[in-house]
């Protein structure tokens, strides 16, 4: 499987201006006839280069240059090569392609009896032959036709200009898509569909038809995902002077899908998990992610489809710049606050370990084998932390000045991170040069702070220091410039008594004074969490119980009762008996607090997940984390178990009541109610029970059932079997139903996502289903870590077995098993045996091979 490289990057030898798609749709058959206007690209390098069109597992039933019948061509591996003489030609191709045997979900694949298309990032390939490549843009007119009573709905790019019958009961559209785009973005439909119509005025007064296709049955499920939508046009237009531009707007639900959605121009393509929701069906986790999505996907309009990239290892230009615009406006929607804490939780939980990890990459690589591998959390999520750093550092209106530069200079482009950070500059003035390590160089940096107070001086002096580990194939890291907020808070007074700052830690170390300083103050770094590093502050006794009390900033709060519970559970860890008296103290004063909202509550008193207590660890003992984090919940539990019973017995209305407030108090509900269990198991079951019976919404439902699944008390089974009853036609919560079990903190777990890979409801064919049961496993540190090695077993079997369908979706399953040098030396043989198991299976995909082989590197 052969590596390609940043540096290897050269310009198309031909371009596409132009390209015609006729399609004669059918399941099982389609054909497709391709009429390619090609011209020689000046800025090409080979002089006479003949023309290069990628294709996977494609065959030309013909090939016509200029009109005429040609067989001059050769076939290079899956590509099709055709000498061409002149500088400009017609090229036509027809093939033929199988939509139902394609069960990667990539190019044209049958869903639930429709026809989708998945074309990012090089599934075009599969239903043309073609440069596919994101810097050859081109514009697209489509012809699509099929049969009418079976597929009544054709949907493609751009907008519709002619429809008829044709014999046979037969019908066809044709689609222009004014916008050159590159192939990537290109999407096609056909099914029966029916739409959620709407439309939306721009703020130039341009009306736009909006519609969501959903099979009939589903339509009254995409209302939310509708208001959502125009949210998120209007917010555009608000924050960013972002119009939309066609006069129609599609997005389609399909309950095959490899990733959350697809931004396909004018026709976003969507796994049916974000768009369909109701409250008996849906948690509140669920309606939000389904704004998130819905509004990154419409996001990309601007940022990756007017302005694309010039070549996949420039991904996060469009992915990182996007989910800090869909983070942006889902903080806007609701609470910041929490918001931030939840992207934060994420980003520790998946990219912390990505980064420390054997496949930990730049957010800008140097070079992959299958680029499918590199939508990671690195790129996306990290990379929009990059984007959220320029922010803070350029203030808002030097930010807009620079994202308007950059929307106005390359529209109609496919451009490099150094364009968008060169646009940022130009229009601010500032230099942003030094921040660029952060797209090259991998790994999180470890910050070190220490706050020393001169109280004869009335003088405070602040000492930084950063380093960043070897990751694979940056043996030495060179300093990373780290934006700081930072405030002192006084020890008695709890007000800020020296303003917040933004403190640029620019060098290997740093210090800095504070003056004017009459109390004992205390540390408030990282505000808001304004870079992505780790903070290791020495703290003085009973300093962080007082931050989480006082701290002005409201992230900075929550990290100090992350941090508290941290040194409790590291204690826990390394089995020394822990004061955890600080602790249950602040989150008592958080649960009594008249002041805080119940969503931050809720935030504030979760303990840091296994997997996050992991990463915090040289040696890696998968049971000392568990007991430690079990018996801090117990204490807790014992503790506080009247304010718990409180706070989960707390109104929140009405199901479909989805205020911040009402969402907040349910989500509260359930934190407490697996905190009260733990302290009292038998009494936990039953509140569980009585919570999970009363429910009239899926979250309080799942977030009983989430609680009961761990307990060995008989409303477990009593619950998951009503559940199952009552939504057995329902996959999506069905999903849901495996997902609980597989994530169970219970021994039993183990035999049970073994009887589970066998329930007639479960398939590897659908990746939702995929995810739900060997994903949510996955990231089930304590049982998927069982000494036994019985997980990784498991989890290397479903690879093994997934991988012969859909290599993209079983390479997502590997991740979990790199972590075996961490781990204590039993159980890492036990992880790299699996690895190599899978890594030596005959006939594995470049998908697979590349996360396994550098797994074991
Ligand atoms: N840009 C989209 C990426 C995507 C994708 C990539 C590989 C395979 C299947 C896929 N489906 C969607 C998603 C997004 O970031 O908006
Ligand atoms: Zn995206």
Redesign the pocket.
């Known amino acids: 499987h052969a590596t390609i490289r940043r540096e290897d990057y050269r310009p198309p030898d031909w371009l596409v201006p132009q390209i015609e798609l006729k399609f004669t749709l059918g399941i099982e058959k389609t054909r497709v006839q391709a009429k390619l206007t090609v011209e020689r690209n000046p800025e090409g390098l080979e002089a006479g280069a003949p023309l290069l069109l990628n294709g996977d597992e494609l065959k030309p039933l013909g090939v016509w240059i200029d009109g005429n019948p040609s067989d001059s061509w050769t076939m290079k591996g899956d590509d099709l090569l055709i000498p061409l003489a002149g500088d400009a030609h017609e090229v036509a191709i027809d093939t033929e392609i199988n939509p139902f045997a394609n069960s990667k979900?990539?190019g044209l694949y049958a869903s639930n009896g429709m026809l989708c298309t998945?074309c990012?990032?090089e599934?075009f390939r599969r239903i043309t032959f073609f440069p596919d490549r994101p810097d050859v843009l081109s514009r697209y007119k489509v012809r699509m036709e099929a049969d009418e009573a079976q597929f009544p709905v054709l949907l493609t790019n751009g907008n519709p200009v002619e429809t008829g019958k044709s014999e046979g009961g037969r019908h066809w559209a044709e689609w222009e898509d004014p916008f050159p785009k590159p192939c990537y973005l290109f999407a096609l439909v056909a099914g029966d569909l029916k739409p959620n119509r709407d439309s939306f005025t721009t703020m130039s007064g341009r009306k736009v038809d909006l519609a969501i296709w959903v099979r009939k049955a589903d339509l009254p499920k995409t209302q939310h995902a509708m208001d959502s939508l125009k949210e998120a046009m209007a917010w555009d237009e608000r924050v960013y002077g972002r119009e939309y531009d066609l006069d129609l707007f599609n997005i389609v639900a399909v309950s095959d899908?490899?990733?959350?959605?697809?931004?396909n121009k004018g026709l976003n393509?969507f796994n049916s998990a974000y768009v369909l929701a109701d409250p008996d069906t849906a948690t509140d986790v669920d309606f939000d992610n389904i704004a998130r999505?819905v509004a990154?996907?419409y996001f990309?309009n601007w940022s990756?489809d007017r302005v694309t990239c010039r070549d996949w290892f420039q991904l996060s230009l469009?992915?990182g710049f996007?989910?800090f615009r869909d983070q942006s406006f889902s903080a806007d929607m609701g609470s910041a606050a929490v918001k931030r804490i939840e992207d934060v939780r994420i980003l520790r939980m998946v990219q912390f370990p990505e980064d420390s990890g054997p496949l930990s990459h730049p957010i800008r690589p140097d070079s992959y084998m299958e680029?499918?591998n590199f939508?990671t959390s690195t790129i996306?999520n990290k990379g929009a932390e990059l984007i959220r750093m320029f922010h803070t550092v350029l203030g808002p209106e030097k930010f807009r000045a620079g994202t308007d530069l950059y929307f106005e200079r390359h529209d109609g482009q496919a451009v490099t991170c150094d364009d968008f950070v060169e646009a940022l500059e130009d229009a601010s003035g500032v230099d942003l040069s030094q921040f660029k390590i952060w797209y090259s160089q991998a790994g999180t940096p470890q910050v070190g702070a220490k706050l020393d107070y001169d109280a004869e001086a009335k003088a405070a002096t602040l000492r930084l220091d950063q380093r960043v580990a070897p990751t694979p194939g940056q043996s030495s890291k060179q300093v990373m410039p780290i934006p700081l907020r930072t405030a002192l808070i006084g020890e008695e007074s709890g007000t800020e008594i020296a303003p917040e700052q933004l403190i640029l830690l620019d060098g290997l170390s740093r210090e800095v004074r504070f003056e004017g300083i009459d109390e004992a103050p205390l540390l408030s770094i990282n505000r808001g969490f304004s870079a992505p590093v780790v903070v290791h502050g020495a703290r003085r006794d009973g300093e962080l119980e007082r931050l989480a009390q006082s701290d002005t900033d409201p992230f900075a709060r929550y990290e100090a009762m992350q941090e508290l519970a941290f040194g409790a559970l590291l204690a826990g860890t390394r089995g020394e008996q822990a004061d955890f008296e600080p602790l249950i103290r602040a989150v008592r004063n958080t649960l009594r607090s008249n002041e805080l909202d119940p969503a931050f509550k809720a935030e504030a008193i979760l303990l840091p997940q296994e997997a996050v207590i992991a990463e915090r660890l040289e040696v890696i003992d998968p049971d000392a984390i568990h007991s430690a984090r079990e018996q801090l919940r117990k204490a807790m539990g014992e503790a506080l178990m009247d304010d718990l019973a409180k706070a989960q017995s707390a109104a929140a209305g009405s199901g479909d009541d989805l205020s911040p407030l009402a969402k907040g108090t349910r989500r509260l509900r359930s934190v407490t109610l697996g905190m009260l269990a733990a302290g009292d198991p038998q009494q936990g079951a039953r509140i569980a029970k009585a919570q999970f019976d009363a429910a009239d919404n899926m979250t309080d439902r799942q977030g009983a059932l989430g609680v009961l699944v761990s307990l060995d008390a008989p409303e477990r089974e009593q619950a998951l079997q009503a559940f199952y009853d009552r939504f057995e036609q329902d996959a999506l919560v069905i999903d849901k139903w495996f997902s609980l079990q597989a994530a169970a903190q219970r021994s039993g777990t183990l035999d049970e996502v073994e009887r589970l890979a066998s329930h007639p409801a479960f398939t590897l064919q659908n990746p939702n289903r995929l995810r739900a049961l060997v994903g949510s496993f996955g990231m089930n540190h304590w049982v998927f870590n069982d000494a036994s090695g019985r997980g990784y077993r498991f989890v290397a079997d479903m690879i093994i077995a997934a991988d012969r369908l859909n290599p993209?979706a079983a390479a997502r399953q590997v991740p979990p098993l790199g972590r075996w040098r961490r781990m204590e030396p039993k159980r890492s043989e036990l992880m790299r045996g699996q690895l190599e198991r899978i890594a030596d299976t005959r006939g594995l995909s470049r998908d697979v091979y590349e996360q396994a082989t550098k797994s074991l590197a």
């Not at 899908?257 to 931004?263: I, K, L, T, V």
């Open positions: 979900l990539m998945q990012e990032a599934g899908f490899n990733m959350g959605a697809m931004e393509i999505v990154h996907e990309h990756g469009k992915e996007t989910v680029i499918s939508y996306y993209q």
